[in-house]
């Protein structure tokens, strides 16, 4: 989930954290962590504002490919799931910010987090 500085979570309703899929059946603990500014991938500077609070929820794709260790699928199918469902959504942008948030995710989480069940309240 991100959350402004204001406390209001930018991406309600629940979706896959992953690739924005409506359905997410997972949820992974993670610790919070600072989202790092557009592009700047290894570098330390960090958007003020916007940060990953609590778990990241998966569908049964991004699961799969997280369980598995596939970075690099997980981001192909994210961007696929993303340019599909937003159009006007550049690829290459597309591409870089799932980038981005994948390794704030890959960072911030143990190479065995456990997943748990996710249900919508
Ligand atoms: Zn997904």
Known sequence: MVIGLDGR???APSVC??????DPLW???CPDFPLFSFGMVGKSTITPGYSSVGP???CA??????DAHMWN??????VRT????????????????IKVSHYGFREAVAD???KEPWEDT
């Open 82 to 97: 993303y340019t599909g469902r937003y159009p006007g959504l550049v690829g290459t942008i597309a591409a870089s910010m």
């Open 9 to 11: 979570d930018l991406e």
């Open 56 to 58: 990241w929820l998966a």
């Open 61 to 66: 794709p991004c699961s799969f490919f997280i």
């Open 27 to 29: 949820s992974y603990p």
């Open 112 to 114: 065995d987090v456990i």
């Open 17 to 22: 954290d992953f690739c924005s899929d409506p």
């Open 73 to 78: 699928e997980l981001r192909e199918h994210a």
